[in-house]
């Protein structure tokens, strides 16, 4: 089969990384992303940024592991060449405090992020309301600065980016022979997937320039993520809310719940609300599945659901998904050099 | 009782603010005015970054590590406040970095979560072996000092532009106590060979995703005199020129190279970083900080001058117990002329 053609449907953090990993790995094939929205109108837009893993509890540990250590080595490298502020990808050091003292000793990721310690005595003075907290440095990626960088990389590679809404996969049969599925929350409506479902996000971002450490409560409720232009304050995990308008009374809540965890917010200026629907899943569905009509077979590498950790997982999840797209390839070009005898 | 402070960098102002809090309901007729030729943005200590960090060592000046020390604690009270913001104060964590172990310097139980560099954080830093991570205090002088100039305003203190010449020209004019807060320029009032300029130079430029500082130590070239970089809440300062004895406050084009380059290589990042502006400043360097009384002839009778200068590059690290010591002093001075004691009843 000459050039093989994949379509990468989604263009947010998910389908850019995958299409960027697709093209590394296979440079016979071309690429199309094919995608309804883009920078600045995605969920990735929205997100923080922050690498701290989120715990899927559908995948086995040392999977969710390796796709964190894989995208943080990926982005460390990233942050410590001349391409980091274009990329804007860079450090920032804080601490995750808990009220109440967390279950297990360490979290698994606490060996990937930088210099991982408990807080001391002095460092929880400065929490009143908690007893107990972790310090560590790790990576925060500027999202819609991240994925123009994305955008960049593949149309440098020759990867084609084109806006077009894809409302059934199968569409797609004649003009490719392989379609990767990275919709995220579009997903529920595109291939009719009962498990996934939205996980409301309401954040405020503000001008705050003399924030520098992130605060995240342990509770994963309220978080102060500072990033190159501005800080992210959150948050909300509302299940199964599709509302994408900001609501003013979330809002408040939000400044509120931040304030009392780094007072000097009090002074942030500029502020800007923004909605996102956390794609969410019991595990990210990373899988293979084959798409039959009338004896027409259609490829399908799905890599979606990756709820609130998409940033902390997706080079990752898109190595892994370029991997299956290249069976899928190798399974085809074997079918079509049987066709010929 | 007339105090007459030159001076109004953060040394100058800091002790005026110190004074007049701890004595004003003391000696209702305290009447200060600070008289200076350079206001901020002006003063040296507007050109600095703003970090609080002693020298790595305190060459047995334990009275400064002491001072160092009351004025961290002092400062972290005050980020939990209001006011935090409106003093240029907020929390930052960052990097020493050394080619070699050091021994753990004098603050490190002062900062906050002071621990040793993972081999995987040395990684960032190819060309250094050995290091710490610590959370300190960032006070931006062209914040602070405006801060400190309106909680002074507020309690009736003067200001004056003006370079005061002499001692005996301020006495003249009737202050009984003279805080001499000159910095570098202390020399022009009463000769002080031991007081040199270190010069410095400091490249500033936007680069928003630095959110640490770094700071590199060169064992053999001394202190500052290697790259630093220290992101401030505006721009972020290059830095790493320590000239001693040169008074030059002209931007040289060799400094601006040597900082450009050698803070690109510490952070290849920088490269891309948009540059903002060059400034020059003569740290006021001394062996020793000079802050004690002395009693000066003033025609025929005694006036007292309290000098506090000579903080060399660690002028904001150590202000507020510089001022309180200062205070000190000034209330031994009242003790003396039996002015603090309360007001006698009317008969």
Redesign the interface.
Known sequence: MAAPKVAVVGAGVIGLSTALCIAETCPSCSVTVLSDQFSPNTTSDVAAGMLIPHIYPGTPIHVQKQWFKETFTYLFAI????????A???????WQVFKNSPKEELPFWSDIV??F?V??K??LQ?FPQHQFGH?F?TLKC?CPSYLLWLAKRLKATGVQIYTRKVTDLWELHSEYNVVVNCTGIGACQLVGDEKIFPVRGQVLKVHA?????FIRDGDGLTYIY?G??NVTLGGTREKGNWSLAPDPGTTEDIFDRCCSLE??L??AQDIKVKVGLRPSRQHVRLQKEVLSRGGIKLPVVHNYGHGAGGFSVHRGTAKEAARLVGECIAALQGSSSRAKL | MRVAIIGAGVIGLSTALCIHEQYHGLVPSLEMEVYADRYSPHTTSDGAAGLWQPYLSDHGNLQETVWNKETFDYLLGHLGSAAAKEMGLFLISGYNLFTQPVPDPSWKNIVLGFRNLTPKELELFPGYSYGWFNTALMLECRTYLPWLTNRLTQRGVKFFHKKVESFQEVFAQGADVVINCTGIRAGELQPDPELQPGRGQIIKVLAPWVKHFIITHDIKSGIYNSPYVIPGSEFTVLGGIYQHGNWSEENSAQDHKTIWENCCRLLPALQRAKILQEWSGLRPARPCVRLERQTLRHGNSQAEVIHNYGHGGFGITIHWGCAMAAARLFGSILQEKKLSSPPQPRL
């Open positions: 942050s410590n060449s001349a391409e980091a502020s274009e804007g990808i860079h450090l920032v050091s804080g930088l210099g310690r807080m001391s002095a460092e400065k310090a440095t500027n320039p003399w924030v520098t450490n500072p190159m232009h007072p000097s009090r002074g």
